[in-house]
């Protein structure tokens, strides 16, 4: 894979993880002041691109890198989440999975220095 379309791959997930995390902000806002149909929309999207975060790995499963298996198993556990917090109406949640996307965002962001430091 040349640099620039490593570069590409990886801003295009920032972008995914970026639209993820205002999902599931508005979702826990609509959640917390009972706009119950902004949360159901709010949470499909993010359960949607979640899925496409999931899609991305297929290549890195295929090749057997254990960090797409990882990352598979986290998107599907953030998508169970999302599922029961939107049933339940569990905004503590929401929050737990917005967490964990955000670390996943922060690894994400760093490796673009990684790269140009190797």
Partial sequence: MKKE???DGIE???QLLTALLED??????AMRSGALEDKDQAIDRA???LFVLQASLTE??????????????LYLYCIKKCARAKKLNDADTLVHVQAIVAEVASAWAHLPMIKEVA
Wanted: proline share 0%; glycine share 18%; hydrophobic share 35%.
């Fill in 5 to 7: 379309e490593m570069k």
């Fill in 24 to 29: 599931l902000g508005k979702a826990e806002d």
């Fill in 47 to 49: 359960v949607g691109l």
């Fill in 12 to 14: 295009l997930i920032m």
């Fill in 60 to 73: 890195g499963k295929e090749k057997g890198y254990g960090l797409s298996e990882k990352l598979d198993d």
